[in-house]
């Protein structure tokens, strides 16, 4: 019997391009710094200089799919990583951005087959999405640790 996993040992080896949504940015900019934060503690070079990890912004959750798409045709990435807030408001409009981006980065996954880590915020409230980015818990961490253990999984399986 064989088991595969992923591991967090050779994460410093893994190429990371984060997609991040601008709109709700106070909440995004803090997911992204969580996110950040677990990758260099996790030996990846997160300086500007660095070409292990690119950050790519786009206007919202909706741009997420196609950013993502592009982003996988400019360089071989391990993983990716989609960033996003999207807080329900008074009309269906939520309903529409979060099916439509999470439909969307799925796709780009299984056509590049590289596995693309769905961080999309989907709450009720600012006060949830800041909860969520920080003020309890930083969720961007833990999108970033599960983009080390999937992007390290189907290296090895590759």
């Known amino acids: 019997m064989s088991i595969f996993e992923g591991s967090f ?21 803090k997911i992204l710094s969580g996110c950040l934060d677990c990758l260099k503690r996790h030996g990846l070079d997160t300086s500007e200089e660095s070409n292990q990890v690119d950050i790519v912004w786009v206007p919202g959750s909706l ?12 360089s071989n990435y391990d993983v990716l990583i989609t960033l996003g807030a999207v807080i329900r408001g008074e009309t269906s409009h939520y309903d529409v951005v979060i099916s439509e981006a999470s439909k969307g980065i799925s796709k780009v996954s299984y056509d590049n087959k590289v596995p693309i880590i769905f961080g999309v915020l989907t709450t009720d409230t600012m006060q949830q999405a800041l909860e969520r980015a920080g003020i309890k818990n930083n969720f961007g961490w833990n999108y970033a640790l599960q983009a080390l253990e999937m ?6 399986l590759n």
């Open 63 to 74: 741009e997420l799919p196609i950013a993502a798409n592009t982003l996988l045709k400019k």
């Open 151 to 156: 992007g390290s999984l189907i290296k090895n």
């Open 9 to 29: 040992t050779n994460a410093s080896a893994l190429k990371v391009g984060i997609v991040i949504a601008r709109f709700n940015d106070l909440v995004t900019s």
